[in-house]
C-alpha cells in the first residue's frame, strides 16, 4: 500500500497540531520532573566543567590549528604511515625524514599506542560523518583526550570519596596547568593518552577488588564483574601508550600478589582485616 503524497501531508499536519505538541511536551516535563534536582545539578555542573575544559585547550586556537612542538610530528608521521600502509606497517617502517641520515624506527624509538589511537580518533570521526583531514585529526586529538581524561578523574574520585569529591576532582583536574600543559590543543604526545589510561587503571583495579564498591552501585554490579578483566586490558595496553606505565606494575601488581597469598590483610572500612582464603 502507497502512501499519496497528500495523506503524507495530513499525517505530518496531524503531528504537528497545537494539541501533539502540547501533549509531548507534557510527557517529557513529566519525565524530566521524575529526575531529582540534586541529580539534575550534579551533571549540569560536571557538563559544565567538561565543557570548560574543552575551552580552555582550545585556546591556541587564536593563533591556529597547528601541531605544536617536534615529538607530536613523529605520531603525526606514523599515522599517515598507519592509515596508508595498514596498522602492522607501522611496525615495518623506517621515517627517513626524521633522523638523518639514518633515519627513525618507531617500532625502537615510539609507543605505538599514541599513533594508534590518533589514527581510531581520525576513523571515529569519519565514520560518523565529521569529514576531518588526517592533520587536524591529530591537533584535535589532545583536546579530546584530555576532556576524556577529566571525565576518568571524576569517576575515580566518585567511587572513592563520593559524588562532591569527583565534581571536584574535575573540576581541579579541568584547571590543572601541568594536565592543561599536556592535552592543549596540537600537542599530540603520549600523555595525553597515557594520563587517562593511567587513572583508568587504577579505576578498574579498585572496582575489581572493592567488594564494598560493587555492592553499592546494585545498578552496575553487572559491570563490576568484568571489572578485573577491564584492568588487566588497561594494565597491558597502557605500556604502548607511556612510559610512566612502569610505575604501576609494581604497585598494583604487589597488591596482587598480597591479595592471593592465603592469609591476605585487606583493608575494610573499619580497619585493616584479615582475609582467610582455603
Known sequence: MTLEPEGILTGIRGGL??????ARFRAIRKTLGGIPRATVLHYSILTLTLGLAAIIRLLPLRWGAYISEFDPYFNFNDMRQITSGGWQSWYAYTDFKAWFPFGRPPVTTSYPGTSFTGTLIYMFLQAIGINVSLYDAAVYAPVILGVFGVLVIYFFARDIWGNSAGLLAALLSAFSSSLISRTDLGFFRNEAVGIPTMVMTFLF??????????????????????????HGLRLGKLPIRRGGAGTLHPSTGGFEEILSTPHALVWDYDGVVPIHRN
Open 17 to 22: 497540531s497545537r494539541e501533539n505538541i502540547s
Open 205 to 230: 583495579f579498585i572496582r575489581a577488588v572493592d567488594a564494598n564498591l560493587a555492592e553499592g552501585h546494585h545498578h552496575l554490579q553487572h559491570t563490576f564483574q568484568h571489572e578485573p578483566n577491564l
